[in-house]
């Protein structure tokens, strides 16, 4: 099957590598992610059905879009997207040490020429971290190009403790998407 997975996130593309060996994995250029007014769930939303509506024509059969953010922890309409550097990435980690946060992901699937659309949180509570963990953090860089600065999967999944919602929400994919997409795999 030709399945495009129009996201430059090594994540997402580790989450669908085992149900579509053969997957394409190329970012979207150009598209608008900037957060609209509203919730967090309307701004990911929104962002994730912008980058399904900049899509370029393709033959592609399965087309995978997604967005990720977080609510700030103090107020939960407020969104917390990636850090631009390493002195924002220290102060959104900062900022969730020692504390519960939700992460949203949106996630548009076309199959076939149809469109489906999954919104969903999960919530992850961050230790109250040393000074030497939160720089070994900083200094892996595994906070580039993460929502809220750091990465589950990578070097904070040994402090974060997911505390309700799926990992796959928390890593870029909304979870009724990743079982949509799971079952489209086994059927192939």
Same mark, same amino acid.
């Given at each position: 099957?030709?399945?495009?997975?129009?996201s430059?996130?090594?994540r997402?593309?580790? *989450?669908?590598?085992?149900?579509?060996p053969?997957? +394409?994995h190329?970012?979207?250029?150009? $598209?608008?992610?900037?957060?609209?007014?509203?919730?967090?769930?309307?701004q990911?939303?929104?962002?994730?059905?912008?980058?399904?509506?900049?899509?370029?024509d393709?033959?592609?059969? *399965?087309?995978?879009?997604?967005?990720?953010?977080?609510?700030d922890p103090?107020? +939960? &309409?407020?969104?917390?997207?990636k850090?631009r550097?390493?002195?924002?990435?220290?102060?959104?980690?900062?900022?969730?040490?020692?504390?519960?946060?939700?992460?949203?992901?949106?996630? &548009? $699937?076309?199959?076939n020429?149809?469109?489906?659309?999954?919104c969903?949180?999960?919530?992850v509570?961050?230790?109250?971290?040393?000074?030497?963990?939160?720089?070994?953090?900083?200094?892996?860089? &595994?906070w580039?190009?993460?929502?809220g600065?750091?990465?589950l999967?990578?070097?904070?999944?040994? +402090?974060?403790?997911?505390?309700?919602?799926?990992?796959?929400?928390?890593?870029g *994919?909304?979870?009724g998407?990743?079982?949509?997409?799971?079952?489209?795999?086994?059927?192939?």
């Open positions: 099957m030709d399945v495009w997975l129009a430059n996130s090594p997402r593309h580790s *989450l669908l590598l085992p149900l579509f053969s997957l +394409h190329e970012g979207l250029e150009g $598209v608008d992610e900037t957060p609209p007014t509203g919730t967090v769930e309307h990911v939303r929104t962002i994730c059905m912008r980058k399904a509506a900049a899509l370029p393709s033959d592609h059969s *399965l087309v995978i879009v997604a967005d990720t953010m977080l609510s103090d107020d +939960h &309409s407020l969104s917390i997207g850090p550097d390493l002195a924002h990435a220290a102060t959104m980690l900062h900022r969730l040490t020692g504390r519960f946060h939700q992460v949203w992901s949106a996630t &548009s $699937v076309r199959w020429g149809t469109w489906h659309h999954w969903e949180s999960a919530v509570a961050l230790p109250d971290l040393k000074q030497d963990e939160l720089d070994a953090l900083l200094t892996s860089e &595994s580039k190009g993460k929502a600065g750091y990465d999967a990578g070097p904070m999944g040994v +402090h974060a403790r997911l505390v309700e919602g799926t990992e796959s929400t928390v890593l *994919l909304a979870a998407a990743m079982e949509f997409l799971t079952g489209l795999a086994s059927t192939l």
